[in-house]
């Protein structure tokens, strides 16, 4: 069993920078493939970001490519992920999601994963 819990959304204008973090009990942490996921009103739940279990391999979704950065501190057992160059249609619920890094599936689908966080909201303005 691994608890997640997301932080560091809010509210900020296009072009702003935000960084959130996801801190996890529970289990080993390095044990776990960790990926960021978003989910906006009327909405599916969509692939951000997600990190080997290492942090020596990240995958990106091409609309956030060049602007997001995931990273993880195993020592911390705390994943985050970078937004810069913020728009306006990055505006959703964000999630931080956990699966066992032997565990089969795409790491772009929500159902590959087995622990969620609660969500932190990022709204940015335009």
């Known amino acids: 069993q691994v608890l997640l819990v997301d932080s560091g959304g809010g509210l900020v204008q296009a072009g702003g920078s935000l960084r959130l973090s996801c801190a996890a009990s529970g289990r080993t942490f390095s044990d776990y493939f960790m990926g960021w996921f978003r989910q906006a009103p009327g909405k599916e739940r969509e692939f951000v970001a997600a990190?080997?279990?290492?942090?020596?391999?990240?995958y990106y979704a091409e609309s956030v490519k060049g602007r997001f950065t995931i990273s993880r501190d195993n020592a911390k057992n705390t994943v985050y992920l970078q937004m810069n160059s913020l728009k306006p249609e990055d505006t959703a619920l964000y999630h931080c999601?956990?699966?066992?890094?032997?565990?089969?599936?795409?790491?772009?689908?929500?159902?590959?994963?087995?622990?969620w966080g609660q969500g932190t909201q990022v709204t940015v303005s335009s």
């Open positions: 990190s080997h279990r290492r942090g020596d391999t990240s």
């Open positions: 999601a956990a699966r066992i890094y032997y565990s089969s599936g795409p790491y772009y689908s929500p159902s590959a994963y087995y622990y």
